[in-house]
């Protein structure tokens, strides 16, 4: 901390809080659009999830079967 600068460091803190607090109620409203962008984005990414989740599933199973198709004869 210098000496020279007249502010103490929770006011600093304050004041660039509020700043970013300004420009974030200065930015522009959400138009529809975006609201059907981040809708679309949301279900894309929920789409992607699940077949994700297919895709383990597929492939958990191959491994089993493939693992019992080794061991199987060994029993």
Not at 43 to 59: G, S, Y
């Amino acid at each position: 901390m210098s000496t020279a600068f007249p502010f103490t460091y929770p006011r600093r803190i304050a004041l660039t809080a509020g700043l970013k607090l300004i420009q974030w109620a200065r930015r522009p409203p959400d138009t529809t659009k975006d609201h059907d962008r981040i809708a679309l984005e949301r279900r894309n990414a929920r789409f992607r999830r699940l077949a994700r989740d297919e895709r383990l599933q597929e492939q958990r199973e191959r491994e089993v079967t493939r693992y019992l198709y080794l061991v199987r004869p060994m029993i």
